[in-house]
Nanobody, 120 residues
Framework: VQLVESGGGLVQPGGSLRLSCAVS????????MEWYRQAPGKERELVAA???????DYADSVKGRFTIVRDNAKSTVYLQMYSLKPEDTAVYYC???????????????WGQGTQVTVSS
């Protein structure tokens, strides 16, 4: 199983970015999908989560600015980020709870991370 993120980069304050995370491999099902971030010198924190049914949850710091969406047909989760602030600067990681075909066991998987830098 692989989680591959894309879409990070440098953006000015007030700008927007969309992150993508595509899941591939011998997947039976994907349960919750989440975006975390980790800024330099800080702990990794949960930014947004979405269930297989589409229910969402957000960190207070991003509510109203970020939107998490998933496309189950493409096994992909997106994080649309608006009104970006310098404090949003971090490495963003995709995380998913996946049942694989071979073992039918539920395990969690991480992507490699994508850098988001908000600066003028």
């Amino acid at each position: 199983v692989q989680l591959v993120e894309s879409g990070g980069g440098l953006v000015q304050p007030g700008g927007s970015l969309r992150l993508s995370c595509a899941v591939s491999g011998s997947i039976f099902s994907i349960n919750n999908m989440e975006w975390y971030r980790q800024a330099p010198g800080k702990e990794r924190e949960l930014v947004a989560a979405i269930t297989s049914g589409g229910s969402t949850d957000y960190a207070d710091s991003v509510k109203g600015r970020f939107t998490i969406v998933r496309d189950n047909a493409k096994s992909t989760v997106y994080l649309q980020m608006y009104s970006l602030k310098p404090e949003d600067t971090a490495v963003y990681y995709c995380h998913a709870w996946i049942v694989v075909i071979t073992t039918r066991a539920l395990d969690d998987y991480w992507g490699q991370g994508t850098q988001v830098t908000v600066s003028s």
